[in-house]
Every structure is written in structure tokens, then in C-alpha cells.
């Protein structure tokens, strides 16, 4: 049973208060029911975590890595832009880490710095992208499993 | 009953042929049945056109929009770089469109110029972006259902 | 009695049908109806011809060549971009090219690689920028003609 | 009857007397009388405004909006490198505007500042570029009326 | 014996009729004659095919592939400026490439995109480019066939 | 009585102490008593809070959205650079900004990536900044009260 | 009392004719009496001074240093973007000036030239840029009259 | 006797008075009668003209034309960073130009766009500069009287 | 004696496990013994303080100052890429900062925005840098005392 | 019996010492010994000059041209990045020039500043670029000929 | 006993005479007595070398590799900017290299062209930059013969 | 009696043999001679030393310290487009330098890196440039003088 941190970048906890016209109106809360909802039909452990400081962020992949997570989800947000830090730590890490964005960020000229690090990227579905992020982490990490067992 | 357009741009037709590192080594006839196979599971009815003549693609999607095919799934392949005329067409036609690529183009410094005509981008998940990016376009075709429903 | 090719790039097909904030409602047939009609009042013979394919538009200005046209009249449409093949043609073709746009390219960031090989451009008057693209080429001819006959 | 106002730009006045292998050898004088010439046979009133000095072209074209003028046209010459205050003035103004160049700046890689504010633009055809120019214009001004008069 | 596919790219079907200050007045008829010729006295099967169309030169490599040719020499010419596709079909294909210019490109300030897939480059030596880059593509052919001598 | 944050950026509370040629010598206490004094001659509730940590800046604006304050007057101080992630938040939020900088930013070379979430910019007056900064937050709220007015 | 220059640079004189979702509906003598009002309030002696021509608003600053004005109030305007001499002027002037906008320049990615020779700006508030920048100027007055008794 | 114009640009009129540091403290009016006195010595007629407004230079360059000068002297100083309507009426004009500045601008790093209008420039040398410069000047006059001299 | 902190940025408490490639396999344990042991060495009182939070590494530093450190000695890490507000901070501070990396960033095309801060530079010996800096930093101390006492 | 300087520039003389896997295990001796070989069975007299100092590479042109060599054959090496000296030789020299490179150098990310001034340029197969540039380079000086002997 | 050769660059000589603010009154001599006396101290054989010619530097570093050196310890100066071919040559030879600056490079905005390859660079602390500079080759030639201790 | 060096830069010694559309039909024997007279008639002691190698002119500098020069006069010419060491060593240098071009560089869109390190330049004026060149230097040196002894 796959065990993933989901981690929801600077102004995330805002959700469905700020820019609708980009994020709609569903709330942080009612997101992290959905998510929840999927992961547990996909018998997923998952775990949310929020936060706007970027080295907290950092400090929680760290954890994740000695509690045995498996995966990492992110959408990193308000960390996009600049967050260099957060990419060294992910590049350092051994933790798959697949991206997701609500909205079509290359529509709106944003460029992630962090996508270099990532197993790939989704981005565009509003909630959506989170349904489909997790299911593109959950075959990156059996394809990992396959390959494993085919060495042993 | 979904009527979806995928369309393999430059270079896909040699899939599995060319360049495993990057692609593996699933040939285009193999994903070919891999795809129909997710569609058939989502009563889906989908047509592949594979081409590697840009203005090709172009008069596809012109005839698709006559042929009553309510989205378009596509992996731009050799068009990425500099599909421009191919890119207009998108952005005039009425279809949704969603952008796969089997690898993450951005880690591969790969700049898609089609992106701002996409609804969202799925990368990096080899054959899985198809499936995912099947997923993401049936969600915004029921989307944009729920919403001319709640106008009616 | 002047043979001038009109060629409609990529895309121009399919006028009227897109985007109409840019380009408005008149389609292609009947743009093609009012072109003609201003050729017959100025007792041009005009050939129309619509690819969305670069290298057939590259094979038509070649033929045009044998067949005694005597200028070329080009929306080079989603050719505009990136057309670079089309602009060595033109460049190497002895067919004076008048450039034309529906709308002011200018003001929606477009830059033509195909400016220039062109002896001018007219930009930004709908439908009627053939008439006056139409009026510069048969100009041009005109004095071409005038200092030919000069030599003579 | 439409009221035309026609700018002359920086060093205009001296027309046909430099660089004749880019402006021909027709002179300052010379041109007036064919514009003119056009103007009368098309039912138009047209003042021509000669200026070295870009604020006078300011003062001159807020003159025209209190004395009902109907539109401008404006060759910007030596404006059109940096005539930023200009731009901004034609802006701001109602007055529809279209610009004209005798060459084709665009292969003499000159980029016109002024061309964001622009209805439209006509470059590269010697002197016929006013008259192609006037053509245009009117055509701007008789599609606002006819715009004008199916909302009354 | 060899066997060798020879492209020759956008506009080259119109060598010798076009911009003769760069290409000379060899046409393409005579070109083939001397490359044939060359080819002969290497003991080289050759077979010259000419597309202004990108797609159809990637069409024509792919089945080159199959049919057991030996190596690609190709003159991209109108394809040079942003022929991408173009150059992923090379990269993926296991064919050696040599690219050939008339001209000397560089000091006409023109960047080919497909140098980077290539072996090496020949530009500069009119239609003699051809015969130099034949020797080199047989040289590279060699040391190929060398290398695995030694391997068995 | 309208209620005010006022935030500190990076290194803020250490003013006074370091690089006196552009700050001068008034210390952050000096500078609270100022501004609370300025704040109490115009009946303003205010508050203000240092932070190092740009999240915590983050932190803090959404909770005064819940805490019912009418505006925020911001130096962005060390978070001018880079500040992505706090420049999100304020354009998401609802809460007028106005930025004020104690020197000419300009005038060194310094961009302010949240400018452009600002109503407006009062920059190189010193303490006085945050006088006219506080006098301008005022005048919008007075201004948007007005228009509310209006509306009812 | 301390005698002050407004200067109202290119497009100014028409304000409130032009572009009212940037400018609102206050004309220039609005303006005008609310400036001239602010500084009877402040003991100010001011003087406004509108101009399209940059070199104009050059020669009225020498003008106002025989003059004996004290400081420099100035909404460059269309002189904004490219007022480079004007620039040079006001640095070799020794009359203190300060810049105001009436937009958030920044907002709307205008750079002005003339602001490294500031000794701050304000931007953003409408007409009240103007008060505020009043208020700016002769804080700066007072403070090097201060300085100036310091040293005496 | 050559007729020589000397063109003082935006700014110069105040020489003497601003930035000492820079132009040292030789006032415009003593600058003048060192340039009459070494124009009286080389048996030169010489006019000196200032001007703040770019658009009079070129006015008094039309004239010059008209009136017999045989050449131009010029400081553009403050019109130097954008004098584009100034370098084309100079490019335009028959009139040999030599440009001066007293500072040596490129250890400034300010870039003349009137330099390429030039015979040659010479910058750096204070007041000399100009000495420099009318000397220049004949020599050129010289040269071009000795070339015609030699064709008739 | 001197007291010296050493701040370790974003990601080093990691050292140790993550790219071994570039930074070898010492743990982040291992260094501290190893750099507290050459800080006894040269009878240095050494405090290490790991953070990923660019903000509290701001903070620490402003208590550094309070509690009489001496000298800063700081490998910025994840900090290297856009800490501008902790290089603002260290340029206002007096506290004179050595920068060591344990890799040859420049070969890895990192640019650090805080070197521009820093007494110099030492990168590319893995831990050894640490112990260079440590020299070097006692060198600068050193002479800054030599300097004092000089004046004295 | 044309007369042919072979340049080998800054490297060139470590040639088999140095990178093999960019350069092959021939030395430079043995390299000569090769292009000898080439020169003598086609009739060429050939000197070989290396030189790490692009000055005497300069200084070995000059004399050539006093000499009577007929051509020039170069492989810049380490002169290839910034030999700008070197390239304005060329240009001035009226020896016909022909560029070689062992490596595909536009693969390698490599410009030559040089290339500007060559006939054309071999670059990608290893000493065989030598033999092919000596062709090359016989090839020009022929066709040279044969335009002489037809003025003739 | 490791032999190392310290390779002072163009301008290096004059060390003492020039820029004292940048590099301090130490002469290129007393530098001279200073390294010797800490290559004694350590045991090393240093041999330095003066030039201002950058062929010269490579001349030197080939004949270093025939001498048996086991490290290049360099001061580029001159040579930073554009040594191109110099580093070229040091990436070819197998000898490691560290680079020194006694001023901090980048506090100047100077990027060396041969940072990348280097081992490392030590930057900005006077003349002490020479003697961490040999610790540290010292310390990367220990490191490289334990890893061949281990293998053997 | 002024002592002053001349350098003449890389391809300075062929002058007269190349290019001569550019530079004139003048050896560089018949410069030496003309500047030789203009030194003799102005009582200046005048060396001049040809070059192609940029440390060799770095050495002659500095040899020219030693030996009490008083300025020098430097065509760069080839050295004009990357010398930067030799830039850093008249920088350093205490002699005045004058730059001097006999074409309008500018015109020729080439930037020297050397201007930054010299009092002035003079360009375009063909040989006349040098005896301008001369006549600044002495200017420079009187006025230095004349400093000194008001100093004294």
C-alpha cells in the first residue's frame, strides 16, 4: 500500500477564495475531501500538508523520506516562480515527485523551476489534475516496483 | 459517446524504433492498441491519425471539426519546436485540446510552442500520458456539459 | 491583360468559422467571390489557391513560374510564424509578392519572416486588404512595365 | 464628406531631394498635388501637415479632434523609431487612424513604434502607398459608419 | 557497395534558375548528372530525391530505413532555418548524416538546425559541396565498418 | 475607522543599523512611533509586524482578510528581489496594497516584482514614504467607499 | 515660501478626453484648480506649465533655475518612454524633482527613463499623485534647508 | 572659405553650469568664442546654432542646405541616446558631418545613434574636442574638393 | 579569540545523502566534527546553525551581530540561487562573510547572488572548502585588526 | 603546382595527447604525416605551421602573402572562440581560405568567429576534414583559375 | 614531493605598480618571496611563470606536462575574459588545475571564461588567495593519489 | 618635449595591402613617415611599434613606463574586438592613452572593449585620425600639467 505526501504549496490553503476565475470556488477543505476520496479508492496512505514558507516545505520532505514515503505530489504554487531551494532538494532526494498544476501555467506564462525535477507534470484540469497526478505517481512507482523485481 | 481525435505528430509512426532512452521501446502499433483499449473501457469512440507533415495534421482537424468529434488529444512530437500554423489552428478551432508527451519535455529543455493552445498538458509518463490525457479530456468535455446544462 | 496568383495560407480555409473578434464573419468562398470580383473590374486574370501545407505553396509559386503569372498576392496566414522555406522561394522566385493581412499583425506581436521578400505589405483592413494588396501589386507591375519600356 | 487629416513626419519636407534609391525623386510639392488629386476625386477634404518637431504633430492632430476631422493619416518617417509621445497621443485620440510608408520598412528592418495604434498599415509602394493609404482609411470610416448606423 | 539516399531540401528542385549570384547556373537536372556521375565512379548505388515539403523528406528517411540504405546526405536549404522535425527524425534514425551547403552559411548569418544531428558538415564549395560530402559520408561508412571488424 | 496593516519585509527591523547612505539613522522603533503617531492624527487603526520570512508575511495577510482590516501598506524591503510567492497572494486577496520603498529603487537598479499587485508605488522619500504611503492607502479606500456609495 | 514647477508633459493637456479607464474624467483644469488649491493650502507659490514639445518642457527648466524656483513637480508622461534629454537636463539641473504618474506605471510595464533622475516617485492614486507629490517635494525642500542650517 | 554650421544640442546652451564634473566649468557663451577664434584662424565662416528641440536641428539642417554650407559640426548631446528623426535627416542631407563630444561617452556607456550618420567622431577631449573636430571636418572638405578636382 | 558563524543553507543538513556524485558521502554529522575540530585548531569559538528558511538565516545573523560574532562563514546551498533578501541582509550587516561551496558551481553553471556580498570565495574542494574558508576568514580578520590597530 | 599553408592552431601540436574521445589517438605527427601524403599525390606544395599565439599566426599570413602561397588551409582550434585578430587578417589577406574542424563543432555548441571569412568550412571527420579541405581548397583555387583564363 | 607550476597571467608583472585600490602595494617580486616561502614550508617544488601572452601560458603548460608537473596553480588576470584557447588547453591536459584571484571576481561583475575548468576557484582574499589556492591543489592531489592507493 | 609611444595593433602592418575601400592605398611605411613629421613639427619625441600579438603590446607598455613616456597613441585594430588584457593593462597603467580608428567604427557596427580605458577617441578620418589623435594627446598631457603646477 503506497504511502504519498501530497504537499500544497504557498497560498494553496486559500483555495476557493482568491481568484476564482483561475481556481474556481471550490475550498481547500473540499479539495482535500476529494483527493482523500481518490486515494482511498486507489488504497493509497496519504498525507496533506500546507504550508506558504518554502524551507517548511523542504523541512517536511526531509521527514517524509525517514517516515517511508513512498511518493511526493505537489503542487507548489505560490513556490513555482522562484523556488530553487525546494528543486535542489527534490533533485537530492530519492522520492519520486510528480507536479501538478489547477491551471494551464504555460497559457498564462509561467514557467515552473522546479519542473526539471519532476517525474512529469500535469497541468491545466482544475481539481482534476490532482486525480490524474495521482494516478501518473502511482504507475511511475509500480513501473519502479517491475523494474526492481525484474533485477531481483 | 465521446468522438476523440488523437493525432501523432512528426516522428511517432517510428516509435519504439528510435531513441528507447528516451521512448522505450513500445512500438506505435502496440500503443496504438494500448490507446484504443483505454477507450473502449471509457465508451469512447477514437480515431489515430499518425502524420509527419504539419499542414497534414492541419486539414485533419478541419475535416474532424465537419465530423462532429467533440476533442482533440495530441501528441505534437517533431511539431513542438516550431508548429506555429499548426498551433493557430488550434486556437481557432472549437475542439478541446489536450497536449501528452511520453517524456518531460521540460527537462529535456523542450519548449512546446502549442502549450497556449492546450486546456492543460499531461508529460512525462511515457504510454501512461496517453491514458492520463484521456482521462483529462473526458473530464473537460463533461465539464463543459455540466455547464451548458446548467444554462439550459 | 495582368495573371496574378493569390495564395491563402494555412488556416485561411477555414474563414469565417474562426475566431470572427479577429477576422470576421465572411467566409472563405465568399471572400473568394469578392476577390474575384474586384480582378474582373480590374481586368486581371486571378488564380486563388488555399494550402495549409508550406512546401505546396512552395510547388504552386514554382509552377506559377512556367505558367507565365506575373506577381503573387500572399496572406501567408499561419505561414506568417515561421515560413522560412516559403521566404527562400519568394526571395529566389523573380514574382513580385505584395504581402496582405487581415488585421494589423503589428498590434497582436506578429512578426512575418516573409516581409522581407515582399515589395510591401497591407495590413489591418479585413477584407479589404486583398482589394488594396490587389491595387499595390497591379502598381507595381505597372511601373516594372513603365521602366522596361524606358530601356527600350 | 470626410475631413482627412494627413501628417507629414520628420524630414517628409524634403522628400525627392535625399536618398533617392529608397524615396524616389518625386519632391515634397509634387506628392501634395497627387494627394490632393486623390482626395478631390474621392469627394475628400484633406489638410496636409508638414513637421520636423513630434510635439507639433501632437498639438496638431488635438487641433483636428476640435475641428471634426474624420480620421488621420500619417506617414510617421522620423518618427517611427522612437515616437513614443505620439503613440500615446493617437491612443488616446478617436481618431481612426492608418500609417503609410513608402518603402517597406520591414526590409529595411525598421520596426514602427506606432503601428500598435494603427488601424491598419500600407508600406513599400513609392507614393501609391497614400493612395492606398486614403483608400484604406476610408473604408475604416465608412465600415463605423455603417456599424453606427445599425445600432441607430 | 553503398547505398546512399541524397535529399535535396526545399527550393533545390529550382537550382540554377534562382539567385544565381549565391547557387551558380547549374540546374538541378545538371547537378544530378554530376552527383550520379560521382557516385558512379565510388562504386555508390544513389538514389536523389527532392520535396518541398518537410514531411515528405521524414516520410522518405523512414522508408529509407527499411529499404537498407547506408547512409543520408542532404542538402536542407529552405529546411535549414526551422526544420526541427526534421532534425528529431535524424536523431532518432541510426542513418549517418552529412549535411552539404552550396554556400557558405555562416557568412551569410544563417544557423542550420540540423547541424547538431549530423556528423559533420560541408558548406561553402558550390556544387563540389556534393562530391566532398559523398567522400566524407563513404569515410564515415568506413571507420563504421572498421570499428566492427574489430568488435567481431 | 479604516484598519491597516502595515508589513516590514526582510531586514526592515534592523533599520538604522545597516547602510545608513540609503536608510539614515532612524531606528525601527524610531520608525514605529512615527507611523503609529501618523496613523493616530488620521484616525487609523494600525498594525505592524517584521518578518524575515516571506511565508509569514503570507501567513499574515490572510489572516488579517479574516480579521476584517481594510488595507495593506507594505515596504517589501528584501522580499522586492524575489517575492513570487507573496506577490500571488496580495493580487489574490482582496485587500487594497500600496508599496512604499524608504529609497528610490529605481534610481539603483532594483525591480519590484510586486509592483504590479500594487495600487501604487511612493518610493525615495525615507520615513516620509510611509506618511504619503499611508495617506494614499486612505485616499483609495475613501475612494472605493465612494464608489460604493454610488452603487447603493 | 517655497516656489514650485509643475510641468504636465506630452498628452497631459488633453486629460479627460482621452482614455478614462487609465485617467478617470477630471480634465486638465480640474486638475488644474486642484493642484493650484493644494498649494494655497501649503503656502506654495506654483507654477504649471504644459507642453507636448520635450524640448520645450528643457527649456522651461532653465528658464526656472534663473527663475528661482525651488523644486520640480513633474508628470513626464509621453515623455515617459523615451525622454532622454530631458533626463540629462533635470541631472545637471540642481533643482530637486520628483516624478508622480497618475497610473501604476509598473502595472501596465512602462519603464520611465526619467526616473534615475528622481528623488522619488509616486504612482498609482489619479489626481492624488499629484497631492501626494507635493507633499514628497517639499519634505525634500524642508529636509535640505535643515541640512543646510546644520552646516551653517 | 568653407561655410561650416555648428548644431550645440538639447542641453549645451546650459554648458558651464551643470555637471562640472563632467564638462568642466567653461561656460556655453566662452565655448563660443573659442570655436569663433579657431574658426577665424583656419579662415572658416562658422555659425553656431542651440537647440533643446530635436525637431529645430532639423529644421536648421534644411536650411543650411538651402543657404551653402559646406558642412556640420555637432555636439548632439542630449540627443543622443534617441535623435532617430535627427540621424535620418543628417543620413538624407548632402552635408559631410563630424560629430563631438566633450566627454569621452563610451567610458559612460552611452551609445551615440547618430554616430553611424558620421564621417567620424571625436569624444573625450573637453573643449579641444571641438578643435579637433572643426579640423577634421576640413580635412574631409579637403579631401572630397581634391577627389572632384581629380575626375574633372 | 574569534567567534565565527557558520550558517549551512538549504538542504546541507542532508549532506551526506543525496547526490553523493557531487558532494561525496561525509554526512552533514561528519562535517561538523571535522570543521569544529580545524576551528579548535586555530583557537576559533565556532557556532554552526543549519536552516532551510532563508528567513532564519536572516534572523540568526542579526543575533550573530548582537552576540559579537566576528566573521561569517556561510555555505549558501539552496540559498545560491535567489536569496537575494539574505545577500541584502549581509551587505547591510558589518559582519565580514567568506562564501564557501563544496563544488566548483561555476562548472555546474550555478551563479550565486550573494557573492557580490562576500569578502571572496572558495568552491569546487568538497569539505575542504570549508576548511580554506575557514583560513581565509581568519586572514581577513586578521588584517581588518592590523588595520585598526594601524589607525589607532 | 599550387602552394598551400596548412595553419594548426592553439592545441593542435597535443593533438592524440588531449581528448580522444573528441579528437582520436593520431598524433600531430602522425597527422602531418597524413596531410603530406594527401598533398603530394595531388601535386601540392604544403608547409605545416603550428602556433599556440594567434599573433604568429597573423605574422605567418603576412609572410605567406610575400611568399606566393596560393591558399590557405586552417583548423583555428583554440583560435576558433575569439580570434576576431586572426579573422580581419583573413579578410584583408587575398588568400583564398578554407576552415577545417576533427569535430562536428556546431554539435559541440562551438561558433568560430573565423567562419565569416573562409570559402567554406569541413568540420565533423576527423582528419579526414583535411584531406576533404585540401580538395576543398583546390577546387577554389581551380575555379579561380578558369574565371581568370576567361577574362583573359 | 609534488612540482607545481604557478602560471601568472597577463599583467600580473606590473603587480604593486597598478590599481593598488583592487590589488594592494605588494609587488610582483615580494608575492614571488611570499609563495616560495609557503611552497617551502609545505614541500613543494613551485616553479612560476610571468607572461602577458596567452600562447605563451599554453606553450608553458604542454612543456609542464613533459616535465612531470602534478598541478597548475593559476592567477588568469588578463586572461580571464576571453582566454579561450587557454582553456582549451587546460581541459585537455590532464593536470589539475585551481584557480586564484586575489580580488572577489564577481564583486566586479568579472565572469572567467576558465572557471569551468578548474577544480575550484579561491577568490578575493589579496595574496592570501595564493596560499589557499596551494592548500588546495595540495589537498586535491592528496585526495586523487589515495583514490589510486585504494585502487591498486 | 612630450615622449610618446604609438602602438599599431594587429594588422596594422599590412596597411595599405588590404581592404582598401576601407582603409586607403597608405603603407603603413608612408603612415610612419606622415606621423613621424607631424611628431617632428609638434616637437614630440615619438616611437611607434607595430604588433600583431596583444601581450607584446601589454609588454611595450609596460617597458614604456620604465622608460618615461608620457602617453600613448594606439590604433587597437585588430585587438579592438577582444583585448582585454590589454585594456586591463592601460587601465592599470598610469599613461594617458588616445584611441584612434581611420574609419567611423561605429559605421561598421564593431565595438571596441578598449574605449572604456582610454581619455577620448577619434575615428573616421582616414590618416588624418592620427595627427588628430596626436594633437588630443598633447592636449591632454598640457592640461595635466598645467593641474600639476596649479597644485604646486
Excluded at 13 to 38: I, S
Excluded at 67 to 94: S, V
Aim: hydrophobic share 45%; charged share 25%; net charge neutral.
Amino acid at each position: 500500500m503506497p504511502k504519498i505526501l501530497l504537499i500544497q504549496g504557498a497560498n494553496m490553503v486559500h483555495l476557493g477564495k482568491r481568484e476564482p476565475q483561475f481556481y474556481g470556488t471550490t475550498t481547500a477543505r473540499e479539495l482535500d475531501a476529494l483527493v482523500t476520496g481518490w486515494a482511498r479508492e486507489r488504497g493509497v496512505t496519504l498525507e496533506i500538508y500546507y504550508t506558504n514558507v518554502e524551507g517548511e516545505a523542504i523541512n517536511r520532505i526531509y521527514r517524509a523520506l525517514d517516515e517511508g514515503f513512498d511518493g511526493l505530489l505537489m503542487n507548489p504554487a505560490g513556490f513555482t516562480h522562484a523556488g530553487y531551494a525546494l528543486r535542489d532538494c527534490i533533485k537530492g532526494a530519492a522520492l519520486p515527485y510528480v507536479e501538478v498544476h489547477m491551471t494551464n501555467v504555460e497559457k498564462r506564462e509561467i514557467k515552473s523551476v522546479l519542473g526539471v525535477a519532476a517525474e512529469g507534470v500535469v497541468a491545466g484540469f482544475g481539481t482534476t489534475s490532482y486525480r490524474l497526478g495521482l494516478d501518473a505517481l502511482l504507475d511511475v512507482l509500480e513501473r519502479r516496483r517491475a523494474a526492481l523485481r525484474q533485477l531481483a
